[in-house]
């Protein structure tokens, strides 16, 4: 799309933008805010999605043993589970470290009158800890294991296997749904923002255009060819979005960095790193999306104008 | 010298148009410090237009201009042929604007077209620069048919023809020099080119000294010699006209004319619309009238005509 006059079309677009700021001004500040606003919802949607993602690697399986269980049945089935698809790992716990497990939640929560209560007894079973590949798996894989025959004869209860294999499955759904509407709402906000800022570099060109249409008419008259006359229209598109995009990302920035302290120090317990690679993409898919966005943006403006 | 400075007789560098080997050879000479062009020898139109003025007072008509009128031969290629065209406005489905019109224009050709608002002379300009296609029939202008080709290639032929108009059409804010140095930016030629080619054609329709001023600044004859330059700017072999003189007054229409008549005897084709009584009936050069959309009159060394209408 660049012709050979892309010094001339730059020298142009600077021209116009110095003689017009105001009206470009209106685009680069749309530009700006949109892709900031994308920006946002980009950097904001990782960190969701980070916090999701410890949430969701504690999404395990348990299935409770029975008291009297073989150990070497116990370990072959442990063994069989880890050959499984979505299986990460599969990991005993002992009576022992349940109860002591028992103890300590219990404890947090001020009832030490239920662990007194316990009176040196382990009601506690034992059991086996399974990690999933893809936690959104975890009611199939969960469902495989109740029908398995294998598991019952070493199930907690082997009347009704399905209550011997528990997983958070209400904590699970709820949190699924939930993200996945964030990200379908930031998706389809995306999209809107991306055709307001359209839209909107499309009619500053407008604009660059009819207070040119002189210029315009003279060049196609002495033969000037279409690639020629785009060239300063599409390269003062380019240039508005470009500074926009680099305003959004500087205010993501500076934003980002006085926030991060606060959120930080008032929810100890969550972590808002976010790594460099996420940012640094963001960055840049923002830079890509402002410059496609300004270049389509004056080249559809323009083709009214230069059909022979 | 770079082939495209060239407007010789024979073929030229694109090989489409070819000017008569009968017309003068403009020649320029670009190695020097100073560029002269010989065919503007000593003669500045500048000069040329306070005797006229006074002499053209008693009769009103104008003494036929020196050195005019010669027949050119019709041999070679035409420049422009128009096949059997017909253009058919969409607003007016049954009155087309040119109905079956065949006529060639061979290179070297000073050509009038005349005729009454209306009567089709702007559309067969419009047909020549392709901005404007023909609704049935070919136009071939420089060797290629105009109503099959692609758009892309448009601006390409308009390289070749030069156009003036009515209304000038110059940039206000850029000056004469930056008004004629636009046409040939706008098709890419290097500064080098530019520097020598623009202050020379505007010594040519005798502005060298205005080229620091601004359209606004020059009288309305001024400003269409400007135009008249930067048509010629790029030395194109075909200059087309529509209504150059048509609101000037008859002192400075004669200055413009002489100087079209000048850039013709280069070997320049001239195809002229208007309207000027006086200018047609002095040149006596061929004149194609068009009445309706048809040709009603093609004729060498022909008059206005239209007395009757008057």
């Known amino acids: 799309m660049m012709p050979s006059n892309i010094g001339y079309s730059l020298r142009e677009a600077f021209t116009h933008i110095r003689r017009n700021w105001s009206t470009c001004l209106g685009a680069v500040v749309t530009i700006f805010l949109s892709l900031f606003v994308i920006g946002v919802f980009i950097l904001g949607s990782n960190l969701v999605s980070n916090l999701v993602g410890s949430v969701e690697d504690r999404v395990t399986i348990q299935a409770f043993l029975n008291d009297g269980a073989d150990q070497a049945a116990v370990d072959a089935y442990k063994a069989k589970l880890e050959g499984w698809d979505n299986v990460e790992s599969v990991s005993y716990k002992s009576k022992d470290e349940a109860l002591q497990e028992y103890r300590e939640t219990m404890s947090n929560r001020n009832a030490e009158d239920a662990v007194a209560a316990l009176d040196g007894q382990n009601p506690v079973p034992a059991s086996l800890v399974v990690k999933l590949d893809d936690p959104q798996q975890v009611e199939t894989t969960a469902n495989k294991i109740v029908a398995d025959e294998e598991f019952l004869a070493i199930a907690d209860t082997p009347d009704n296997a399905a209550a011997s294999v528990q997983y958070g499955k209400e904590t699970v759904d709820r949190l699924f749904s939930v993200t996945n509407y964030i990200r379908i709402g930031a998706a389809v906000l995306i999209v809107l923002l991306v055709f307001v800022a359209f839209v909107f570099i499309n009619n500053t060109i407008r604009l660059a255009i009819s207070a040119r249409k002189r210029e315009i008419a003279i060049m196609r008259l002495v033969g000037a060819s279409n690639s020629f006359i785009r060239g300063p229209f599409v390269a003062e598109g380019a240039l508005e979005a470009l500074i926009g995009s680099l305003l959004a990302i500087l205010s993501l920035q500076v934003g980002w960095s006085f926030l991060k302290p606060q959120l930080q120090s008032s929810l100890q317990f969550l972590s808002f790193e976010l790594s460099p690679t996420v940012v640094t993409g963001c960055y840049i898919s923002l830079v890509l999306v402002g410059v496609v966005i300004g270049l389509f943006g004056s080249a559809i403006a323009m083709r009214r104008y230069l059909k022979v | ?310």
């Not at chain 2, 031969?73 to 420049?79: D, E, R």
């Open chain 2, 1 to 310: 010298m770079p082939s495209h400075l060239r407007n010789t007789g024979g073929t030229d560098a694109s090989g489409d148009l070819v000017t008569p080997s009968t017309a003068p050879v403009p020649s320029v000479v670009t190695s020097g410090p100073e560029p002269v062009r010989t065919i503007t020898a000593s003669t500045d139109v500048a000069q040329t237009n306070a005797p006229v003025a006074s002499g053209a007072t008693p009769g009103g008509l104008y003494a036929p201009l020196e050195g005019s009128g010669a027949v050119v031969p019709h041999t070679g290629t035409p420049t422009i042929s128009l096949r059997n065209v017909t253009v058919i406005y969409p607003a007016q489905p049954n009155k087309p604007a040119l109905d079956n019109v065949s006529l060639d224009i061979y290179p070297g050709e000073f050509v009038f077209v005349v005729g009454h608002s209306g009567s089709g002379k702007s559309t067969f300009l419009r047909l020549l620069t392709r901005e404007l296609k023909a609704t049935k029939g070919d136009v071939i202008v420089a060797g290629q048919n105009l109503t099959k080709m692609r758009n892309w290639k448009v601006p390409y032929l308009r390289r070749q023809i030069g156009t003036v108009f009515q209304d000038f059409k110059l940039l206000p804010d850029k000056t004469i020099y930056g008004n004629v140095a636009f046409a040939l930016e706008c098709i890419g030629k290097p500064r080098s080119v530019i520097e020598t080619q623009v202050p020379e054609v505007l010594r040519l329709v005798g502005l060298a000294e205005k080229m620091d001023s601004f359209p606004d600044q020059l009288s309305g004859g001024e400003q269409q010699r400007v135009s008249v330059a930067r048509a010629m700017v790029n030395r194109p072999p075909l200059l087309v006209c529509d209504e150059p003189t048509g609101n000037l007054d008859p002192a400075i229409s004669l200055g413009i004319m002489k100087l079209l008549d000048r850039i013709n005897q280069t070997g320049t084709t001239v195809v002229m619309a208007t309207h000027d009584r006086e200018m047609v009936d002095s040149m006596r050069r061929r004149v194609i009238a068009l009445e309706a959309g048809e040709v009603v009159r093609d004729q060498e060394r022909g008059g206005y005509g239209f007395y009757d209408a008057l």
